[in-house]
């Protein structure tokens, strides 16, 4: 979620409509049967690093095994996508959550912010 707090009160300003950011990675990683040691995401993210690639990112648990089995993406493949297109998205609420604020600081928290 991206929430401001001001004159006491808290906002919702964005939210994912289905799983929580860190959720849809770790179902990639188990999807993937990637290690959990030190942890999914990181494990992911150094996937991602190894292609330069991009394909769109689809419902992992629908399009992700016919895309292995077909050959159409490698396991490296679907980790660069998801990790391009999420953080994107991320940033994209934030930047606006920013503006219509008028902050002037930004608290990143929880496990996706590590």
């Known amino acids: 979620q991206v929430i401001s707090f001001s004159r006491r009160r808290y ?4 939210e994912t409509l289905d799983v929580a950011v860190g959720n849809c990675i770790d179902r990639l990683a188990r999807l993937l049967q990637i290690p959990n040691d030190p ?8 996937l991602a690093k190894r292609l ?6 689809c419902p992992p648990k629908a399009v992700t095994p016919k895309l292995l ?24 609420v934030t ?4 503006a219509l604020t008028r902050a002037r600081h ?4 929880g496990g996706v912010a590590c």
């Open 106 to 109: 930004l608290l990143l928290v």
């Open 11 to 14: 906002r919702i300003l964005g």
């Open 69 to 92: 089995e077909s050959g159409e993406a490698t396991p490296e493949d679907l980790c660069f996508s998801l990790q391009e297109t999420v953080f994107a998205m991320l940033t994209e």
């Open 52 to 57: 330069p690639l991009t394909l769109p990112l």
């Open 39 to 46: 942890s999914p995401g990181y494990n992911v993210e150094q």
């Open 95 to 98: 930047e606006r959550a920013l």
